[in-house]
């Protein structure tokens, strides 16, 4: 059974960090792209930001980049998403994908608030 379990959201005041994990199960992770998408209220979910398997290349959606870090760590079958310099519109239910190929799978997501 595939499991994505994603960690670390909360509220936080704007400028501030939060770093999230999506630790998984049941997947050959190494192989995976894992990615970060988000989704606020009222809104279509977009990604955030993703990191493909094997080489590790990462890209980012425009208004996280030079804030937001994807990594991964694969002997620990996780991946982080270090965010700083939150700002209050990165609100939302951030969800952790893991695709190869015609397979995809999605945990159940976490919340961010950025507010004073």
């Known amino acids: 059974q595939v499991q994505l379990v994603e960690s670390g959201g909360g509220l936080v005041q704007p400028g501030g960090s939060l770093r999230l994990s999506c630790t998984t199960s049941?997947?050959?992770?190494?192989?995976?792209?894992m990615a970060w998408y988000r989704q606020a209220p009222g809104k279509q979910r977009e990604l955030v930001a993703r990191?493909?398997?094997?080489?590790?290349?990462?890209n980012y959606a425009d208004d996280v980049k030079g804030r937001f870090t994807i990594s991964r760590d694969n002997p620990q079958n996780t991946v982080y998403l270090q965010m700083n310099t939150l700002k209050p519109e990165d609100t939302a239910v951030y969800y952790c994908?893991?695709?190869?190929?015609?397979?995809?799978?999605w945990g159940q997501g976490t919340q961010v608030t950025v507010s004073s």
């Open positions: 994908k893991a695709d190869w190929g015609d397979s995809e799978y």
């Open positions: 049941g997947i050959f992770f190494r192989i995976y792209t």
């Open positions: 990191v493909t398997g094997g080489s590790g290349f990462t």
